[in-house]
């Protein structure tokens, strides 16, 4: 798994505004397109780690379908910013690439700790067997998402700004460790 952006999409931003603002300070239409759709992400992944920070094995059934309920539009984001970001951006600038690194530094720990916390309360969503799977599908999501998105943003850094590859590997060390701690804890 490459670098992380996933855990990342959106419904399109008006791109005309963005757009002129962003080519005024060197930053392409087509990155800030990519950057538009993982800031939507970002904000609607504070909801979901209110919505597992508060969930208890008493919410039952109800409690973790308003979790999934959550979840699932923004997977559905997160596939859309996939197929924006991962889409031929030609060359990559430095602007381009900072761009992006900024914009995907706050879905890092955003994504680790909703990671962290489902882990945490594996023991609440043990208590109906319907819980815990819906807290197996949203790790399987998040992992699903994030491996697309990443693959593709780590292949054209590599390719066009090596420099930023320290930033991505550590991006990606933080996003697998989360990880394999929460399949680890969910046992697959």
């Given at each position: 798994?490459?670098?992380i952006?996933?855990?990342?999409a959106?419904?399109a931003?008006?791109?005309?505004?963005?757009?002129?603002?962003?080519?005024?300070?060197g930053?392409?239409?087509?990155?800030?397109?990519?950057?538009?759709?993982?800031?939507a992400?970002?904000?609607?992944?504070?909801?979901?780690?209110?919505?597992?920070?508060s969930?208890?094995?008493?919410?039952?059934?109800?409690?973790?379908?308003?979790?999934?309920?959550?979840?699932?539009?923004?997977?559905?984001?997160?596939?859309?910013?996939r197929k924006?970001?991962?889409?031929?951006?030609?060359?990559?600038?430095?602007?381009?690439?900072q761009?992006?690194?900024?914009?995907?530094?706050?879905?890092?720990?955003?994504?680790?700790?909703?990671?962290?916390i489902?882990?945490?309360?594996?023991?609440?969503?043990d208590q109906l067997?319907?819980a815990?799977?819906?807290?197996?599908?949203?790790?399987?999501?998040?992992?699903?998402?994030t491996?697309?998105?990443?693959?593709?943003?780590s292949?054209?850094?590599?390719?066009?700004?090596?420099?930023?590859?320290?930033?991505?590997?550590?991006?990606?060390?933080?996003?697998?460790?989360?990880f394999?701690?929460?399949k680890?804890?969910?046992?697959f």
């Amino acid at each position: 798994m490459r670098f992380i952006s996933s855990a990342l999409a959106v419904f399109a931003f008006a791109l005309s505004a963005n757009a002129i603002t962003s080519e005024c300070q060197g930053i392409s239409a087509s990155v800030t397109v990519c950057n538009n759709h993982i800031k939507a992400m970002t904000n609607e992944l504070p909801t979901i780690i209110k919505l597992l920070t508060s969930f208890t094995g008493a919410d039952g059934v109800d409690g973790g379908l308003k979790i999934y309920n959550v979840v699932d539009p923004v997977q559905k984001l997160m596939e859309t910013a996939r197929k924006e970001c991962c889409m031929d951006f030609g060359v990559i600038t430095v602007e381009d690439a900072q761009s992006v690194v900024d914009t995907v530094r706050p879905v890092i720990s955003q994504i680790v700790t909703a990671l962290d916390i489902t882990s945490q309360k594996k023991g609440d969503f043990d208590q109906l067997v319907i819980a815990t799977e819906i807290a197996q599908d949203i790790i399987k999501r998040f992992y699903s998402g994030t491996k697309a998105m990443a693959t593709c943003i780590s292949d054209a850094g590599s390719t066009h700004q090596p420099g930023f590859i320290p930033i991505i590997d550590d991006y990606v060390s933080q996003i697998n460790n989360a990880f394999i701690n929460a399949k680890k804890v969910y046992g697959f």
